[in-house]
T-cell receptor
Framework: DTGVSQNPRHKITKRGQNVTFRCDPI?????LYWYRQTLGQGPEFLTY????????KSRLLSDRFSAERPKGSFSTLEIQRTEQGDSAMYLC????????????FGSGTRLTVV | SQELEQSPQSLIVQEGKNLTINCTSS?????LYWYKQKYGEGLIFLMM?????EEKSHEKITAKLDEKKQQSSLHITASQPSHAGIYLC??????????FGTGTRLQVFP
C-alpha cells in the first residue's frame, strides 16, 4: 500500500469554473476526511465519511462544495463556481475506525483560483 | 468546541540547539497527535499520545502529554536543518475527527 494518494497535486483554475479533486485512501481504512489549509493556518476540517456514508459536514462546507465516496473507497471533492477565497491546500486523510491507529494524510491538492 | 493553541508560532534556532514547542488544549485531550509538514506538502505523522503522563521518543524528537491531559510538548534535541518545517498538534477529543492548532514554523540555520 502506498498510503493516501491525492490527485492532482496542483490545480490552477479561473474564477467561476468547477474543479474536482480525488483522494484514494489506504485500502483497509473505512474513514476518510477532507481538510482545507490556508497559508499560515492549521488544517480545517471539512467533512468525513465512514465507508460510503457522509457523517459530518463543517459549516465551512458551503453549498458550492460537495463530497462523495460512492463505493466506500476513493472520494471526490467538487467545488462549483470557484472563488478566489477557495485558493488553499486541500488535504485528505484516512483512518481505521477513528484515531486509535492514527490518521494518515495525503500530499494534498493545492488549488489556485485566478 | 475544543481549541488548540500552539506556542511559539515561529521559531528560529541554530543547528545543534534544543527547542520545545507547546500545545495547549481548551478541553481534556483524549488523543493528541503531532505532525510535521514541509511547505506545500502533506502531513507526516510523528507521534500519538493518549495517556496522561505519557512520553514517546523517535530519534531526536520527544513528545509528552501532561498528567491533566490538557497540554503536550514536543522537544527536539540537537536540532538539524532536516527538522525545519511546520509542526502541528492535533486532537480528536471525543469526536470522530482531528482538529488542529495553528502550527509552529521551525527554521534551523547552520
Amino acid at each position: 500500500d502506498t498510503g493516501v494518494s491525492q490527485n492532482p497535486r496542483h490545480k490552477i483554475t479561473k474564477r467561476g469554473q468547477n474543479v474536482t479533486f480525488r483522494c484514494d485512501p489506504i485500502s483497509e481504512h473505512n474513514r476518510l476526511y477532507w481538510y482545507r489549509q490556508t497559508l499560515g493556518q492549521g488544517p480545517e476540517f471539512l467533512t468525513y465519511f465512514q465507508n460510503e456514508a457522509q457523517l459530518e459536514k463543517s459549516r465551512l462546507l458551503s453549498d458550492r462544495f460537495s463530497a462523495e465516496r460512492p463505493k466506500g473507497s476513493f472520494s471526490t471533492l467538487e467545488i462549483q463556481r470557484t472563488e478566489q477565497g477557495d485558493s488553499a491546500m486541500y488535504l485528505c486523510a484516512s483512518s481505521l475506525d477513528g484515531g486509535f491507529y492514527g490518521y494518515t494524510f495525503g500530499s494534498g491538492t493545492r488549488l489556485t483560483v485566478v | 468546541s475544543q481549541e488548540l493553541e500552539q506556542s511559539p508560532q515561529s521559531l528560529i534556532v541554530q543547528e545543534g540547539k534544543n527547542l520545545t514547542i507547546n500545545c495547549t488544549s481548551s478541553k481534556t485531550l483524549y488523543g493528541l497527535y503531532w505532525y510535521k509538514q514541509k511547505y506545500g506538502e502533506g502531513l507526516i505523522f510523528l507521534m500519538m499520545l493518549q495517556k496522561g503522563g505519557e512520553e514517546k521518543s523517535h530519534e531526536k524528537i520527544t513528545a509528552k502529554l501532561d498528567e491533566k491531559k490538557q497540554q503536550s510538548s514536543l522537544h527536539i534535541t540537537a536540532s538539524q536543518p532536516s527538522h525545519a518545517g511546520i509542526y502541528l498538534c492535533g486532537a480528536d477529543g471525543n469526536t470522530d475527527k482531528l482538529i488542529f492548532g495553528t502550527g509552529t514554523r521551525l527554521q534551523v540555520f547552520p
